[in-house]
């Protein structure tokens, strides 16, 4: 195992262009398989920072042409309030991206 290591060390010192190029693939790899983990565990798999998570409800809009949940635009989320206020029902519930 020992000669094995020495003759590794040995062929990257005799190129070092090659030991310079397979360090850096190796750092970009880590770093990005590093990154694109960090931001799977923020958003998929840690649970939602709120207090109540069993209250949270999805805000999503009909619409005649298109059938199917339509995410609901910040611009749509303005002009519905007077009617949601008109319901009674709290203007702003959660919104979630599926």
Do not use: C
């Not at 003759?7 to 693939?25: N, Q």
């Not at 880590?30 to 920072?49: D, E, K, Y």
């Not at 319901?87 to 519930?93: A, E, F, G, S, V």
Request: hydrophobic share 50%.
């Amino acid at each position: 195992m020992m000669n094995d290591l020495g003759y590794a060390l040995r062929m990257l010192a005799k190129s070092p262009a090659f030991t310079i190029v397979a360090t850096f693939s190796l750092a970009l790899g880590i770093g990005a398989n590093r990154a694109i983990f960090s931001l799977v565990n923020a958003i998929l798999l840690r649970p939602v920072p709120v207090h109540e998570p069993t209250r949270l409800a999805s805000v999503f809009m009909l619409d005649q042409r298109n059938p199917g949940n339509l995410p609901l635009s910040h611009l749509n989320y303005k002009s519905y309030i007077p009617a949601w206020r008109a319901t009674r029902i709290d203007p702003l519930i959660a919104l979630r991206a599926d």
